[in-house]
């Protein structure tokens, strides 16, 4: 919580000259990836965070004796700038990724009862990797995993710059070369909708394409997975703060940014309740929709793009059992409405009995739906997913719900999203809907920051830290 305005602290050993200032606006990953990494060139910051804490979407909160994530967040081992961003902030081992890819996935809609099937990579170079993997997956026929083979040849033959790529859909793209509905259900979408937040027929083919060839095709390790084994808000609120505080930047929680205007010196204005700062330069790392109603005139070329670029939600539901009933970590799943579910007992603080989440993204039909409603449909779903809870006692049953968790991957999506420079000379934009090139990921909130950074750098002519990640190093 925020005490009012205060100094900024100076950053021991760095020289910070008269006229180089900046304001950036929202305190989500983004926001403090750009703040941290002006303050670690010299330059004087003041972050603005709307919100009671930071972490933007990724935050936890407290619910009784539980400290709960608003979702399931994960990475992967080629998502090198948030893994950046997590030693920067000093949780890198708190978040520590698998040794090895390897994510259990049951069917429970085989006739026959549930069935359990793995993706996991062996150490050989790619392709090889997941040959064995592929070739022994039970929720698909010996034809179907050949074609999968064959189509992700085609995939890893594709150049990531084409912009043909995204006014196509996925979808249309896997069915064209051989797909059949079960293989996109069983593996293609296993691994989309978790990554895209939308269903292949809804997805950018240029985006599918950046996500399958860069996690599954380009190093062996790629797609290992790493998670939080704390609550979110201690790497992305209490860590960050504490990062930001060493590096001397001035952070405001509860402090709604109202207005940015040229403050005509060259500079810009930024209106908070209460007070105006002046500054060189202004990162704004807010949601699209909240850009374009601080953009001053003549910022963008077209900003009601801006206001094209749709939304997506993801639903998490929140289930405490009065005993332990699922042995690994997590697990994703077929043939239910189950998507992915994860252990959740020792990162919330629980004490007795087990506690799940279950993610599930491009959750349309069920965003609104009442809880009593959600209740009635996943209890049901998890017994058959999981024999030990068929004798559990659920002690606790919640969900949250973040109507527009990421935006829209739609086909098009590409040519709405505006890179780091604005025509503004001194404002820049950051946020995972920016043009990085990824999906919406806490990777592409991090790299959005690192670039909105080096671009107002370049023009306060201050140096790039060393410490900087370096967007180039992790194509």
């Not at 979702?71 to 030693?87: E, K, M, N, P, S």
């Not at 601080?294 to 639903?315: C, K, M, V, Y």
């Not at 449909?377 to 973040?402: C, N, Q």
């Not at 990085?436 to 670039?451: D, N």
């Amino acid at each position: 919580m925020s005490d009012g305005p205060r100094p900024a602290q100076a950053h021991a050993g760095t020289p910070r000259p008269a006229g180089r200032s900046a304001v950036v606006v929202g305190g989500g990953l983004a926001g403090v990836t750009a703040a941290l990494a002006l303050a670690d060139a010299g330059v004087r910051v003041t972050l603005f965070e709307g919100r009671p804490r930071l972490g933007g979407l990724a935050f936890s909160f407290r619910r009784g004796e539980l400290t709960v994530d608003n979702g399931q967040h994960v990475y992967l081992r080629c998502c090198t700038a948030y893994r950046w961003f997590l030693d920067r902030i000093g949780g890198a081992a708190l978040a520590p990724l698998q040794d090895r890819l390897d994510v259990p996935v049951v069917d429970a809609a085989r006739p026959e009862g549930r069935r359990l099937g793995r993706l996991r990579r062996d150490p050989l170079p790619v392709p090889l990797h997941l040959g064995r993997s592929l070739a022994a997956y039970p929720h698909l026929s010996l034809a179907e995993r050949a074609a999968v083979g064959r189509a992700a040849l085609a995939l890893k033959g594709l150049d990531l710059t084409d912009p043909a790529l995204d006014a196509q859909d996925f979808g249309s793209w896997l069915a064209a070369h051989g797909q059949s509905a079960r293989a996109v259900e069983a593996l293609w979408d296993l691994v989309g909708v978790a990554t895209l937040n939308a269903v292949a027929g809804d997805a950018s083919l240029g985006l599918a394409a950046m996500v399958f060839k860069t996690g599954l095709l380009s190093d062996p390790g790629a797609a290992d997975i790493g998670w939080a084994h704390v609550p979110l808000g201690e790497l992305h609120d209490r860590l960050a703060r504490k990062a930001l505080d060493s590096a001397g930047v001035r952070t405001e929680v509860r402090t709604r940014v109202t207005s940015v205007l040229h403050n005509g010196n060259g500079g810009w204005s930024v209106q908070v309740p209460g007070e105006r700062l002046e500054a060189d330069a202004v990162v704004l790392a807010v949601p699209q929709r909240e850009t374009h109603g601080l953009l001053p005139p003549g910022a963008l070329d077209a900003p009601e793009r801006l206001l094209d670029i749709g939304t997506a939600p993801i639903l998490n539901v929140h289930v405490v059992y009065d005993r332990k009933v699922l042995a690994r970590p997590f697990f994703a799943a077929l043939g239910t409405p189950v998507q992915w579910v994860f252990d959740r007992t020792g990162a919330a603080g629980l004490r007795t009995g087990q506690y799940l989440a279950l993610s599930q993204s491009a959750a349309r039909d069920d965003i609104d739906a009442p809880v009593a409603e959600l209740r009635r449909r996943y209890l049901p779903e998890l017994r058959r997913l999981i024999p030990g809870t068929r004798g559990a006692v659920v002690k606790d049953f919640f969900v949250t719900r973040e109507r527009a968790a990421t935006f829209a991957p739609a086909p098009g999506v590409g040519r709405l999203r505006p890179g780091a420079r604005t025509k503004a000379p001194g404002l820049y934009l950051a946020g995972a809907w920016t043009a990085t090139g990824w999906p919406a990921t806490m990777e592409s909130a991090v790299r959005s920051g690192v670039s909105a950074a080096d671009a107002a750098l370049g023009a306060l002519g201050r140096p790039r830290p060393r410490r900087l990640f370096a967007l180039e190093e992790a194509a």
